[in-house]
């Protein structure tokens, strides 16, 4: 399709046509930016633990894990 000269949207209008639109990798339409920030929240989060962790460590005195 390329070759014959066909521009990114026929392209992707002949594979949905075929397929259905399960052929793209992201739909349009959909509301998944929840995955986008989920890595992130995990990383905020672990970064919360560690730091009340050391913390306790700290005020403690106690050096074993």
Known sequence: M???GRSDDE???A???EYSKRILAM????ERWWLD???GAFLIAGLF????KL???RQTGNRAP
């Open 2 to 4: 390329v070759q014959e």
């Open 11 to 13: 392209i992707k209008a």
């Open 55 to 57: 913390r306790v460590r």
């Open 15 to 17: 594979f949905i046509r």
């Open 37 to 39: 920030l989920t890595p």
């Open 27 to 30: 739909p349009e339409g959909t």
């Open 49 to 52: 633990v560690v730091v009340a």
